[in-house]
């Protein structure tokens, strides 16, 4: 076993096809050798019937009389009951070998110094007694024939089976070549030394479905690649500012060290600027969490209306960026139905789209939260602002990763993940988030968790 798995799939194969075809080229020789043979004792045994055919007829109409002496070449011998031959034409050695009595027509195969002979036994019953007519068929001409017949069977499964072996060996190389294409390629690639996709055959084979199905997840991984090469780029971006920001905050109360009141707001300014950190990086880890194939918990809906109610009571008391009203409602009819998302990750969901509904809003404006189920049991939260809504070229990239509508507005953060992390949530549990101008003004968010 260890060395068949060293050798070639080109090898492999010829031997397996050269196993299968010796299998039935030497089983087909067999059936061929038997039915000859057979079709050669017949022969044999017709003609020694013929032979004996005209004495069992003389003894049958005259029992009274000696049979008549058969011809030259003709191999016939007539044996009374008492185990006297009145006709002897029999060969010494094969007349010794047969025996005294038979009870009905006997075929035998005996050998003799000639060869193979097929000797006939037909039982006579007369008013004379009883006799038994013998007569032999020299069956080296069959023999013969038999023997250059398998001679010939053995050349030909032997020739049969190279033309099978190279005609496989010939076959196999042809349809690994593209194989073989693919590899170097797979290789160019690997070491930079070429880009592009693998090459696919012209036949629309199984190959060719394995270099399409391998050309796609090239794609995927240069793809996740380029997303990971820009988000590090984007993540190293973001974090710059803060890190300026804390540096210069750091230095300046470095300066203020005799100056209590300006030490004070150094440092205050330092801790906010550590917090937008702490921020972006638990963000950024749950966006990687995300990618992670754990399995998802099931919540209850009734778990996560009290964490909408949560994180509307947290917005309400956020006063960052003026007053603004939250306002929620629940229309939840099956409170036991159940949903791919966990309570914390819901609420984060929440926390998100209300806190850009807040920044979206003007001062006095209402934020509304609304909680729903639909006639699937499908669970619909919509997040609503009063504000002048989002720019249209920017709905088909809202919840791509450090995207912003307004890259002047710092609210909360202003990281560009929060939608990121949303959409992350939301396709994690199996639904889908939009963004979409109202026609009143102002935008909606919408996340949908199918029921399980």
Known sequence: MR???RLSIRTRITLGSLLVGAVVLVGTALVLHLQIERAT????????????????????SNPGEAPDRPSQG?????????????????????????????????????RDHRGVVTVVGVPVTTSAGSFVVWAAQDGRGGHETLERVDRSLVVGTVLALAAFGGTAWLLTTLALRPVGRMRRTAEAISTGTAAGHLPIGRSDDELAGLARTLNAFLDRQREHAER????????SHELRTPLAALTARLELAHRSSGDAAALERELTA???????????????????????????PSTPARDLVSELMASVDRARAIDVVGPRDVDFSVDVGDPDARYDVAPAAFAR????????????????G????????????????????????????????AFDRFTRADESRTTLGGSGLGLALVRGIAERGGGTATLANRDGGGAVATVRFPAR
Do not use: C, K, Y
């Open 349 to 364: 969901v929440v926390d998100n789209l209300v806190a850009n509904a807040i920044a979206a809003g003007s001062d006095g």
């Open 270 to 296: 330092a801790e906010s600027d550590a917090a937008r950190l702490v921020a972006l990086a638990n963000t950024l880890l749950e966006l990687s969490r995300l990618d992670e194939d754990t399995p998802v």
């Open 228 to 235: 990971e090469r820009r988000m590090v780029s984007d993540a």
């Open 41 to 60: 004792i017949e022969t044999d045994r017709s003609l020694a019937e013929r032979d004996a055919a005209p004495f069992v007829a003389d003894l049958r």
């Open 74 to 110: 003709v191999l016939v011998g007539v044996r009374d009951a008492a185990g006297a031959w009145t006709v002897d034409a029999l060969p010494h050695e094969l007349r010794d070998r047969l025996p005294d009595t038979v009870r009905d027509e006997t075929t035998l195969r005996l």
């Open 366 to 397: 209402v934020v509304r939260a609304t909680l729903r189920q639909d006639d699937t049991r499908a669970l619909e939260l919509a997040v609503t602002d009063d504000g002048p809504g989002v720019p249209e070229a920017f709905l088909p990239q």
């Open 3 to 5: 060395v068949l798995r």
